[in-house]
């Protein structure tokens, strides 16, 4: 397999983004992790796992690389239909479930 970068600097990208990452975790996580944290860093902290999934799913949903980047009916009826079943019933898992069954069904209806 031909690579379109040396593989030198392949292992270097690769080792230098390893050792950033794991201090990111080690500054918050090892100096801090022992002591109490101020509320506002407590409060804040909450809203970081409702941040990540919006922040995976909106470019699959908008761009989808299926359709070719061009937003779709199915996936954005998917998507209103696990936000509201998410924000009625405060339930993640019901609201993941009736979003990937809406979008089997949308594809399936749209062919």
Same mark, same amino acid.
């Given at each position: ?6 593989? +030198?600097?392949? #292992? ?12 990111? %975790?080690?500054?918050?996580? $090892?100096?801090?992790?022992? %002591? +109490?944290?101020?509320? #506002? *860093? ?18 699959? +949903?908008? #761009?989808?690389?299926? &359709? ?20 009625? &019933? %405060? ?7 009736? $979003?990937?069954?809406?979008?089997? *069904?949308?594809? #399936?209806?749209?062919?």
């Amino acid at each position: 397999m031909n690579l379109p970068i040396d593989k +030198t600097a392949l #292992w270097t990208v690769i080792i230098f983004l390893g050792l950033g990452s794991f201090g990111l %975790r080690f500054v918050f996580l $090892g100096l801090i992790g022992n %002591r +109490t944290m101020p509320e #506002w *860093v407590l409060r804040h902290l909450r809203y970081t796992a409702v941040a990540v999934l919006p922040a995976l799913v909106a470019p699959l +949903t908008l #761009w989808p690389s299926a &359709t070719d980047g061009q937003p779709d009916p199915a996936r954005l009826t998917a998507a209103a239909v696990t936000l509201a079943i998410g924000y009625f &019933t %405060r339930n993640v898992l019901a609201a993941i479930g009736a $979003g990937a069954i809406t979008l089997y *069904v949308m594809l #399936w209806l749209l062919g």
